[in-house]
């Protein structure tokens, strides 16, 4: 049945995607070719700090989201001791809040700007995951749901966020390689090892607050890299000098 509605989406997808336009600034590049180097070399060679960026950007969404959200029914079962039945509808619960918070999170970042969103987010990756992995320890229900929830929150937050982030560090005819390369090496390194990583820790160590400690460390890392991150909201960003910047108004007396 899962397998059936997903290809039910994928047909629904596909029938839309296949009539969407492309954007502007695609329809605006230069042909292929035209500029010499395929893209993939070219972005090698000269977005280098984009690639870092996104990468960086990235670990933390991929860490956040399949340690906070993937790795959530494990917890709840291995360490803390809840039914299957228990664990899964908890994380039904807190993937329900990702689709709730990711419109508003997006929201923000469009308002307030990129780098204002993914700071908060990030210092909240910082402060939140260990002590909301120390409540999904306890026996108590609500207490398991309120750290779930917490963590779905700050994990959606970073996603809704990245996808537009990460894409906005490229130029148009370097933008598919730059994710292909940076956000997609950290999502493989980070979102596929961190959840299998968090398991083999707190079996060796016996301490149920190691995975919250790991998103909380690679927040951390990831902060400066936030904190100097180049503004790309369209709404938010200064105007560039060019034939597109509009011209100042004089102001009346």
Sequence with gaps: MPFLFGAL???????????????PAFEQQPPPGAEGAGPLMTTLRS???????????SALG????????????TCLG?????????ALWLSTIAALVVIVVTPFAGALSDRAGRRPA???????????????????????????????????CVAGGISAVA????????????????????????TALFGGLTPYASQVLVDSTGWALIPGALVAATALAVLPVLRRLPETAPAVRAPQPGPLAPEPEPQSR
């Design 62 to 73: 991929s860490v956040t989201y399949y340690v906070g959200i993937s790795y959530v029914p």
């Design 163 to 186: 996808a537009s982030a990460i894409a906005e560090q490229f130029p148009v005819a370097q933008r598919l390689s730059g994710l292909a390369l940076g956000a997609t090496a950290a």
């Design 118 to 152: 993914l700071t908060l987010f990030g210092a909240l990756a910082v402060i939140l995951p260990p002590a909301m992995f120390g409540l999904m320890t306890q026996s108590s229900f609500a207490a398991a749901l309120t750290g779930a929830v917490v963590l779905a």
């Design 78 to 86: 291995a360490v803390s001791g809840f039914s299957e039945s228990d």
């Design 47 to 57: 977005q280098r700090p984009a690639l870092y960026r996104t990468f960086a950007i």
């Design 9 to 23: 989406l994928a047909a629904t997808v596909l029938i839309a995607r296949s009539t969407m336009r492309e954007s």
